[in-house]
C-alpha cells in the first residue's frame, strides 16, 4: 500500500539555521503531495503542497520539490524562526485530495 | 476561508460515558468530513470518511458500533464514543474538503479526550 516514511526527530536548530526534513513516498500512480504542520494543541494546517512531478511548493519561506526520480519531497527553509518550532507532517495522497497518507511526523525545536 | 471549527477541544469524563464531538466547515459546505485519531508522537490515523446524507466508511479495525459518526448536513459532522474506556483517550481531529474536485483537506483543531 501507499506509504510516507520521514526523518525521526526531534530536529533541533539554532534560530536563522538552514532545515531540511526528509521525505519518501511509496504509492502505485501519481500522487499529490503535501506538508502539513501541526503546532502545539492545534490541529494540522495544510503547509503547501504539490500536484505533479517536478512541481515546486512554497509558503512563508519553506518549499519542496516533487521529485518522482527519487520518490522525494523534501521540506526546505533557509532561515528558520522559533516560531517555526512544530511538528510537521508530510503526506500523500491519490484518486484526489480525498484520501490523505501521512508519515510519522518531524518534531522541530529551534532555540533563540 | 476554509475554516473547520471543532468542539470541545478538549473533554476529561469517566469510564463508561459517551462523548460527542462536534466537526463544523465554517465558511464552506463540506461534502465529505474525515476524522482522524492522533496517539501521543504517533501520525494520524484515519479513521473514518463520511460523505454528507450516507453512511461512514470505516478504516479496517475501527469499530463503527464504538465511533458513530454523523453527517447530517454539509457542514456538520459529529462523531460520538460510545461508552468510553481510557484506551480511547486520544487527541481526535477532523477535516473536511469544500465541494468536489480536488480540494485539499482542512482541519480542526482537534478534540484531547481523557477518559478516566
Known amino acids: 500500500g501507499d506509504s510516507v516514511t520521514q526523518m525521526e526527530g526531534p530536529v533541533t536548530l539554532s534560530e536563522e539555521a538552514f532545515l531540511t526534513i526528509n521525505c519518501t513516498y511509496t504509492a502505485t500512480g501519481y500522487p499529490s503531495l503535501f506538508w502539513y504542520v501541526q503546532y502545539p494543541g492545534e490541529g494540522l494546517q495544510l503547509l503547501l503542497k504539490?500536484?505533479?512531478?517536478?512541481d515546486k511548493g512554497s509558503n512563508k519561506g519553506f518549499e519542496a520539490t516533487y521529485r518522482k526520480e527519487t520518490t522525494s519531497f523534501h521540506l526546505e527553509k533557509g532561515s528558520v524562526q522559533v516560531s517555526d518550532s512544530a511538528v510537521y507532517f508530510c503526506?500523500?495522497?491519490?484518486?484526489?485530495?480525498?484520501?490523505?497518507?501521512f508519515g510519522t511526523g518531524t518534531r522541530l525545536l529551534v532555540s533563540p | 476561508g476554509a475554516v473547520v471549527s471543532q468542539h470541545p477541544s478538549r473533554v476529561i469524563c469517566k469510564s463508561g460515558t459517551s462523548v460527542k464531538i462536534e466537526c463544523r466547515s465554517l465558511?464552506?459546505?463540506?461534502?465529505?468530513m474525515f476524522w482522524y485519531r492522533q496517539f501521543p508522537k504517533k501520525s494520524l490515523m484515519l479513521m473514518a470518511t463520511s460523505n454528507e446524507g450516507s453512511k461512514a466508511t470505516y478504516e479496517q479495525g475501527v469499530e463503527k458500533d464504538k465511533f458513530l459518526i454523523n453527517h447530517a448536513s454539509l457542514t456538520l459532522s459529529t462523531l460520538t464514543v460510545t461508552s468510553a474506556h481510557p484506551e480511547d483517550s486520544s487527541f481526535y481531529i477532523c477535516?473536511?474538503?469544500?465541494?468536489?474536485?480536488?480540494?485539499?483537506?482542512?482541519f480542526g483543531d482537534g478534540t484531547r479526550l481523557s477518559i478516566l
Open positions: 504539490a500536484t505533479k512531478a517536478d
Open positions: 503526506a500523500l495522497a491519490t484518486g484526489g485530495f480525498q484520501k490523505l497518507v
Open positions: 477535516s473536511a474538503t469544500p465541494g468536489t474536485g480536488n480540494q485539499p483537506q482542512h
Open positions: 465558511d464552506f459546505q463540506a461534502t465529505t
